[in-house]
């Protein structure tokens, strides 16, 4: 892997966006080249070390799931070189961690689908016996299967904020009914397909979130980065006990670490700024990215 790239210095290229992991350039009217840097975010709060060759990680298992899924979902890869719209100094900044996508209207919700009760799904079964207003059956445990995966979308936070948990008729609110029936239809066969493949490999996919927007013909496309370790949770079948939520392959290590994290005597409030990550937490992060792709047969 290479040394960490925090930032992405393109200057052939006018900078869009700055996201949590991205950086986004403008490629004419109706391009877009995306960057992925290795800077690792939780909590939305985004740290301030680096995970090093984490971008390329990311970038490398999204073109993989892209490719597999293609005949799903139309998705907003372009098939252009992403190295071939940046000046020539500037091609290893962007080598293998980089896609070069069409320009889409995002649509302001996030996708996410959960098939194991884990995370922020546990904590409101717990309450309510819900899953953001889905009902699901008693007695379910941390971990447990769902008896059939389930659409439990999210808004777009700003950066800085938090994303929040919304039911399914206040999705149909933002994107109008139709437009969301389709991306629930199309975000569970998306989850469904991968979750068998990955079952093969000794991967269980607990949940994952995804990405839409529509072309300029309006057309449903998926965008940004697909079942990837920053936006799922990965657990090795074989660590996998119903009852206790699996150490995983994924950013939930980092945000373990985070909940325990001593910041002036007390524990960190999950606002910025970060507390300083340790070698330990780093290097584990690393490793259980790197050992999903290996497990997932994603070439590096």
């Known amino acids: 892997m290479d040394d960490a790239l925090y930032d992405i210095p393109l200057t052939s290229l006018p900078l869009l966006s700055k996201g949590k992991v991205r950086n986004n350039y403008a490629v004419g009217e109706d391009r877009i080249l995306m960057v992925a840097s290795d800077r690792i975010s939780a909590f939305d709060v985004i740290m301030n070390e680096p995970i090093p060759g984490k971008g390329k990680l990311l970038t490398q298992m999204a073109l993989f799931w892209f490719d597999k899924l293609k005949h799903v979902v139309p998705n907003h890869l372009t098939g252009e070189d992403p190295e071939s719209v940046v000046a020539p100094e500037e091609r290893e900044l962007v080598r293998g961690r980089s896609m070069l996508v069409k320009r889409l209207k995002p649509l302001p919700i996030e996708a996410v689908v959960r098939g194991y009760l884990a995370g922020s799904g546990w904590k409101e079964y717990q309450q309510s016996g819900t899953v953001c207003g889905v009902k699901l059956?008693?007695?379910?445990?941390?971990?447990?299967?769902?008896?059939?995966?389930?659409?439990?979308?999210?808004?777009?936070?700003?950066?800085?904020?938090?994303?929040?948990?919304?039911?399914?008729?206040?999705?149909?609110?933002?994107?109008?009914?139709?437009?969301?029936?389709?991306?629930?239809?199309?975000?569970?066969?998306?989850?469904?397909?991968?979750?068998?493949?990955?079952?093969?490999?000794?991967?269980?996919?607990?949940?994952?979130?995804?990405?839409?927007?529509?072309?300029?013909?309006?057309?449903?496309?998926?965008?940004?980065?697909?079942?990837?370790?920053?936006?799922?949770?990965?657990?090795?079948?074989?660590?996998?006990?119903?009852?206790?939520?699996?150490?995983?392959?994924?950013?939930?290590?980092?945000?373990?670490?985070?909940?325990?994290?001593?910041?002036?005597?007390?524990?960190?409030?999950?606002?910025?700024?970060?507390?300083?990550?340790?070698?330990?937490?780093?290097?584990t992060t690393r490793s259980a990215y790197v050992d999903a792709c290996a497990a997932l047969g994603v070439r590096l």
């Open 137 to 283: 059956p008693p007695g379910l445990k941390q971990a447990s299967k769902l008896p059939e995966p389930i659409f439990t979308p999210a808004t777009k936070a700003e950066m800085g904020q938090h994303d929040e948990n919304i039911d399914f008729d206040r999705a149909c609110a933002i994107v109008g009914r139709e437009l969301a029936e389709k991306v629930r239809e199309v975000s569970i066969r998306l989850y469904k397909e991968a979750a068998d493949y990955a079952l093969g490999k000794g991967i269980i996919i607990a949940d994952t979130k995804f990405e839409f927007g529509l072309d300029e013909a309006g057309r449903l496309t998926l965008m940004d980065e697909m079942l990837t370790p920053d936006s799922s949770r990965f657990w090795r079948v074989s660590e996998y006990v119903e009852g206790a939520a699996p150490a995983g392959l994924d950013k939930q290590i980092l945000r373990d670490w985070l909940e325990r994290a001593n910041v002036d005597g007390a524990i960190w409030n999950k606002l910025a700024p970060a507390p300083m990550l340790d070698k330990t937490v780093v290097s």
